[in-house]
C-alpha cells in the first residue's frame, strides 16, 4: 500500500506506510491518504466476525492494520496490536464493549482506555507504532504538543516510560477540568515535561508553531507531532467501527449506523474510510456542539472556517473547533480525489474564509453516496440528554456523547436513518463532572483505576507565554 498526498495534482503515490508514520502534514501542506481503499467482501467480514469472537480485539486490528501496512513484519505488527490493546489498559476484554440500549440505540464504549477518552484507542497503538519504528531506524524523538485536555494525556500515557522518546506538553494553565489536570499532571517520568502556560489554548498552539517553525532547531532536537491529522491514528480508529458492526450483527447483510461527537472530523473519517472498503454502514452522522463548521456544512454545502471570537468555549469543550484538520481527506475523495482542486480549496485557507460546494453534485452525494447526516446541541440539550438518559436506560454519559445521543435521537425521530445507530461514546462522565452535576444533581461514578488521581503529586512547571523559554527548556531537557 502507497500513500499519496491530498493536494498532490500528479497523483504519484510514493509513500510507504513508516514513512509516513512520524511525520505530520505531506511537503505540499495536504493530508496523507491511501491510494485506495481496499475491499472486503462477504468472506472477510465472516472472517473478522470470528477473529474477533475467538481472538479479540487486537487480532482483529492485525486484520485491518495488515490491509494498509505491508513495510512491518506481519508477526512484529501482532506483537504491536498485542500489546497496544490489552485488558488491562482498556479494563475490559472487550477493549470496546457495546451496550444495546434499545432496538435502534446502542452505545459503542471507546473511553475505558488509560485516561477515559476515544483518543486513547489510537495513541496506545501510535506508542507501540513509534517505539518500533524508532528502534528500527536507531533514532530519537522529543514531541511537542498543545492541549487543551484529552490529547495531551493521552499522549502522556501512551508514550511515557519508552526509552527514546521525550514529551513537552504545553497546557492553559487552570483552564482545563480538574480531573484532566490531575491526571496529565500524574505522571512521574523524567522524560514528559508539563508545561501550564499563562494564556489560553491558542498561545499553547502559537508556540508549538513557532518552536517548530525554527526548522534548524527542529532538526537538531528531532522535533515531532502526534496531532490528529497523523493516519496511523485514523487508521487504528477503522478497526473499532469494524468491532461496532460486529457486535452489533448476525449476519454481514445488516447495517448500523453511527453518530459521532466531532470536532476535528478524525473520529468520524475513520467511518468514512470503514464504509469505503465495504464494511456495512448505513449512516455517519456528524455530531457538533454550538460549533457547528461542520453542521453548517452538511446541510448548506459552505465550509467557513471560523475566527477565533467565533469560537465558542463550551460544556464539551474537545469538540470546541473553528476548523475541522481532517475533513480535507473527506473533501479529497468527494471531489473524486482531484489533489489540484482540493489544493485550490484548502491551501492559505485564513480564518473567516471558507469555499461552498452546495452548488456542485457533491452535496448531494455526501449524503447519498457517503452516508453523512448532521446536527448539532446546545449546552442546554446535552444537559437535558445527560438527564433523560439517566432516566430512561440508567446510563449516564459524558457531555461529548450527549451531543452524538442528541442528534442520534434527532435523525431517528425524523426517519432519516432507519438502521440502528451506535453511538460512539468518547469519554467518561468522570472527566466532566461539572456538568453531570448540572445535569443530575449528583457526581459521577469515579472508576476504581482513577481514585487515586485527586491527591496524586504533580509534577508540571507554570510558564509564562515565552516559546524561547520553552525552547530553553527542551535543550536543558535533552541534555
Ligand atoms: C477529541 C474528542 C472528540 C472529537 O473527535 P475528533 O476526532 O476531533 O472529531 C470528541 N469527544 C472527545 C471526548 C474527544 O476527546
Known sequence: MRYLSTRDASGDASQ???????????????????????????????????????????????????????????????????????????????????????????????????????????????????????????????????????????????????????????SPLGRMTPFQQAQMFSVDDPKVVNLAVDGVFDDCQDIVKKVASDLEFKELHRLGAVNSINWARLLAQV???????????????????????????????????????????????????????????????????RRSAETQETSSPSMDISKASNFERFVFDLLGRDGARTAELFSGLGTGEGFDLSDVPALAQARSRYGFRSGRSTHADRVATIAAVDKEFGVVVDPHTADALKVAFDVLDGDDVATPVVVLETALPVKFAETIREALGHDPETPEAFAHLADAE?????????????????????T
Open 239 to 305: 478497526v473499532y467501527y469494524v468491532a461496532c458492526w460486529i457486535r452489533c450483527t448476525e449476519r454481514n447483510d445488516q447495517q448500523v449506523s453511527f453518530s459521532v461527537p466531532t470536532g476535528n472530523f478524525g473520529d468520524v473519517c475513520a467511518g468514512h474510510v470503514a464504509k469505503q472498503m465495504g464494511v456495512p454502514i448505513d449512516a455517519l452522522v456528524v455530531a457538533t456542539n454550538e460549533n457547528d463548521v461542520l453542521d453548517e456544512f452538511f446541510r448548506t454545502g459552505v465550509y467557513r472556517v
Open 16 to 170: 510507504r506506510f513508516c514513512d509516513i508514520l512520524i511525520g505530520g502534514l505531506a511537503p505540499d501542506g495536504g493530508l496523507y491518504l491511501p491510494e485506495s481503499y481496499p475491499q472486503v467482501d462477504d468472506a472477510t467480514l465472516t472472517s473478522w466476525r470470528r477473529l474477533l469472537e475467538e481472538k479479540g480485539y487486537a487480532a482483529l486490528a492485525h486484520a485491518i492494520l495488515s490491509l494498509y501496512i505491508d513495510d512491518i513484519d506481519s508477526e512484529d505488527l501482532l506483537g504491536i496490536c498485542r500489546r497496544a490493546y490489552t485488558a488491562e489498559k482498556f479494563r475490559t476484554e472487550d477493549i470496546v464493549p457495546v451496550t444495546r440500549l434499545d432496538e435502534r440505540l446502542a452505545l459503542g464504549h471507546l473511553s475505558n482506555g488509560p485516561t477515559a477518552a476515544f483518543k486513547d484507542m489510537a495513541m496506545q497503538l501510535l506508542g507501540e507504532l513509534f517505539e518500533y519504528e524508532l528502534a528500527r531506524r536507531d533514532q530519537s524523538l522529543a514531541v511537542l504538543g498543545a492541549t487543551s485536555g484529552d490529547t495531551g494525556s493521552s499522549a502522556i500515557f501512551a508514550l511515557k516510560g519508552r526509552a527514546r522518546i521525550h514529551v513537552f506538553m504545553l
Open 458 to 478: 504533580r509534577h508540571v512547571t507554570e510558564i509564562d507565554n515565552d516559546a524561547d523559554l520553552v525552547k530553553k527548556i527542551i535543550v536543558e531537557t535533552l
